[in-house]
Structure formats: C-alpha cells, structure tokens
C-alpha cells in the first residue's frame, strides 16, 4: 500500500508564496497520475492540481496561473508551488493518486496546513 507523507505548510500573508512537497512510498508512484487536493474549513475536498506519469500538467481553473505541479520520479515526490496566494486558499492540502476521474487511488496522509492571513 502506498504511503503519502506531505510537508510544508505554513502561515503566509496574502500574496505570499509556498511549496508544497509529498512523498510518496510504494513501486506504482512513478506510473501512475499524481495529484494535489485541498480541503477547506467546511468544504468538500477538492482536486485543484494533477501531473500525469508524463509530466502533462492540469490545473483547476481557481489555481490556474498561480500554482505549479512538478514531479521527480527518482525522489518519489511530487510538488506544488503556489503564488500569489489567497485567503481562499487557505486549506488542509493533501497529495495522491489521481485517477481519471479525479478521484483518489490511495488511503489519505495527514495533509499539511496552509493558512493565508495578513
């Protein structure tokens, strides 16, 4: 069973900026869509960011331009660095499998926090 483990989280003030980063354990990482979701304070979970195993990039039209999805196979991470942040984006964000539908393939991590406030 894959195991995902994400970090870099914080407080940030608006405008600001972030990376994201998610390990992931397991053989089926590197063949597999790889994706960013974000759940938000009485909100449904939702996929904002996904790489293919190619590295085709698709983003959610809320994040678009302002978020950047990347992978390294030989780390087994992929990662999210997001600008010009919002109070809007301010969530719990997870990373994993994403499959083509959009939903997930794997059991959740812990998630990292991400809290944009002046």
């Known amino acids: 069973q894959v195991q995902l483990v994400e970090s870099g989280g914080g407080l940030v003030q608006p405008g600001g900026s972030l990376r994201l980063s998610c390990v992931a354990s397991?053989?089926?990482?590197?063949?597999?869509?790889m994706g960013w979701y974000r759940q938000a304070p009485g909100k449904q979970r939702e996929l904002v960011a996904r790489?293919?195993?190619?590295?085709?990039?698709i983003y959610a039209d809320s994040v678009k331009g302002r978020f950047t999805i990347s992978r390294d196979k030989a780390k087994n991470t992929v990662y999210l660095e997001m600008n010009n942040l919002k109070p809007e984006d301010t969530a719990v964000y997870y990373c994993?499998?994403?499959?083509?539908?959009?939903?997930?393939?794997?059991?959740w991590g812990k998630g990292t926090l991400v809290t944009v406030s002046s």
């Open positions: 994993n499998g994403v499959r083509s539908s959009g939903s997930s393939m794997y059991d």
């Open positions: 790489i293919t195993s190619g590295g085709f990039p």
């Open positions: 397991g053989s089926t990482f590197s063949r597999n869509s």
